[in-house]
């Protein structure tokens, strides 16, 4: 089983616990790499992101644990960029892109807070298209990489947070594939790997992980590249489920699958 995990969230934005408790946990289960990705700066929302305060604590707090812990495990400094996130604060070792947000008529809108925000949002701004939502929230997400210069594609379809078993509305309906293929088409000349990202499934809003099956296959059909990611906002998820997901990729046909150099 891959035993590397590289989108890990700690108490200093939205998680459960300190870092060194991540460390400690990635170390009692043999991990070869652990890659930290605090949530980057966003001023106009700090429910889930680190401070700037906390960003400067994190940057200190990670590298004192690459150096007290080098000898046990590889551990890397990253940040988890929004598309409307502040520019990193540091150099990281890697970057996260991904999208939380939608921009309608001037009101920047999370997607991912909870269900009856995400339906409001869809009524309020979208008059219940939630295929028009789904096409301004794909033209982000196809520009994410250009835009935060990231390393690694986060959670593809974080739209469908809500909408198991396509309650709300239905990711095979044409103006959706479509939206979502042209993101991939646009983010694939970049060889970045996209996240086959566990998030959901670990806190029970979906049973498979983003991205859904049909954008993985397409995504595979296309020559993109994957890593596997836990999203994990406690020790209790790292490397989620990963056999049961490694194993499916490599049946898929992708090849390698590891981060880590």
């Given at each position: 089983?891959?035993l590397?995990?590289f989108h890990?969230?700690t108490?200093?934005?939205?998680?459960?616990?300190?870092p060194?408790?991540?460390?400690?946990?990635?170390?009692?289960m043999?991990?070869t790499?652990?890659g930290?990705?605090?949530?980057?700066?966003?001023?106009?929302?700090?429910s889930f992101?680190?401070?700037q305060?906390?960003t400067?604590?994190?940057?200190?707090?990670?590298?004192?644990?690459?150096?007290?812990?080098?000898d046990k495990?590889e551990?890397?400094?990253?940040?988890?960029?929004?598309?409307?996130?502040d520019?990193p604060?540091?150099s990281p070792d890697?970057?996260?892109g991904?999208?939380h947000?939608?921009?309608k008529?001037?009101?920047?809108s999370?997607?991912?807070e909870?269900?009856?925000?995400f339906v409001r949002?869809?009524?309020?701004?979208?008059g219940g298209?939630?295929?028009?939502?789904?096409?301004?929230?794909?033209?982000?997400v196809?520009d994410?990489?250009?835009k935060t210069n990231?390393?690694?594609?986060?959670?593809?379809?974080?739209?469908?947070?809500f909408?198991?078993?396509?309650k709300?509305?239905?990711?095979?309906n044409?103006?959706?594939?479509k939206?979502?293929?042209?993101?991939?088409?646009?983010l694939?000349?970049y060889?970045?790997?996209?996240?086959?990202?566990?998030?959901a499934?670990?806190?029970?809003?979906?049973?498979?992980?983003?991205?859904?099956?049909?954008l993985?296959s397409y995504?595979?059909?296309e020559?993109?590249k994957?890593?596997?990611?836990?999203?994990s906002?406690?020790?209790?998820t790292?490397?989620?489920?990963?056999?049961?997901?490694e194993k499916m990729?490599?049946?898929m046909?992708f090849?390698k699958?590891?981060?880590c150099k």
């Amino acid at each position: 089983m891959i035993l590397e995990d590289f989108h890990v969230h700690t108490n200093l934005c939205d998680g459960q616990n300190s870092p060194e408790e991540m460390v400690l946990s990635a170390i009692s289960m043999g991990m070869t790499c652990l890659g930290f990705s605090g949530h980057g700066y966003t001023p106009f929302d700090a429910s889930f992101c680190m401070s700037q305060e906390n960003t400067t604590e994190y940057k200190n707090q990670i590298n004192g644990l690459k150096e007290k812990y080098k000898d046990k495990i590889e551990i890397l400094c990253g940040i988890e960029q929004d598309y409307f996130s502040d520019e990193p604060q540091f150099s990281p070792d890697y970057i996260i892109g991904s999208v939380h947000y939608v921009k309608k008529d001037g009101n920047i809108s999370a997607i991912d807070e909870s269900e009856e925000s995400f339906v409001r949002i869809a009524s309020e701004f979208y008059g219940g298209d939630y295929y028009s939502l789904a096409e301004d929230y794909f033209l982000l997400v196809g520009d994410v990489v250009r835009k935060t210069n990231a390393d690694i594609i986060g959670h593809f379809d974080l739209i469908t947070k809500f909408n198991e078993g396509n309650k709300l509305f239905d990711t095979q309906n044409p103006r959706y594939v479509k939206a979502a293929r042209d993101a991939i088409d646009k983010l694939i000349p970049y060889k970045k790997p996209f996240e086959i990202n566990m998030g959901a499934v670990a806190r029970g809003y979906r049973n498979e992980p983003y991205p859904e099956n049909s954008l993985l296959s397409y995504i595979r059909q296309e020559g993109g590249k994957v890593i596997l990611s836990s999203d994990s906002h406690s020790m209790a998820t790292l490397c989620y489920e990963f056999s049961r997901y490694e194993k499916m990729a490599l049946d898929m046909g992708f090849g390698k699958i590891n981060f880590c150099k």
